[in-house]
């Protein structure tokens, strides 16, 4: 994991500002939230290791499943993980394997990131500024 200094960090919006500036951009929002907190996911790159840049968010009036709701950044990072290669890298395994694949454990949840996709985070970031702060 790597931590991405940014100015959005401690801002509070309402969560709908955030999913209408985010989502056209790429990012989702990653299915580890519960009631209180989230995160924003962009996947930069899966080159046998998945690169992401998450912006995570905390409910400070509301809970997440609340229309309305209003959170707060938090610090954005950068997160590898490295995941185990399926038994048949051809797709023979078909849907079912597919199914229980996608609930496999990574191999390395935090894998080395690379200076490049650093730099890459360091620039989504700055793109994220310009759609989230007045006069960025």
Excluded: C
Aim: aromatic share 14%; charged share 25%; proline share 7%.
């Amino acid at each position: 994991m790597v931590p991405i200094n940014s100015e959005v960090e401690n801002k509070i919006y309402p969560l709908y500002v955030l999913e209408e500036r985010l989502k056209p951009e790429g990012f989702v929002i990653g299915s580890n939230w519960d009631y209180e907190k989230g995160y924003f996911d962009m996947k930069i790159d899966d080159d046998g290791i998945y690169y992401f840049l998450r912006i995570p968010f905390y409910a400070v009036a509301g809970s997440l499943d609340y229309p309305g709701v209003t959170v707060r950044v938090d610090q954005p990072f950068l997160l590898a993980h490295q995941y185990q290669r399926g038994y048949d890298e051809e797709g023979a395994g078909g849907a079912l394997r597919g199914a229980f694949d996608q609930f496999q454990s990574p191999v390395n949840a935090d894998a080395d990131v690379p200076d490049e996709y650093v730099e890459t985070g360091r620039e989504i970031m700055k793109k994220v500024e310009r759609l989230l702060l007045p006069g960025s």
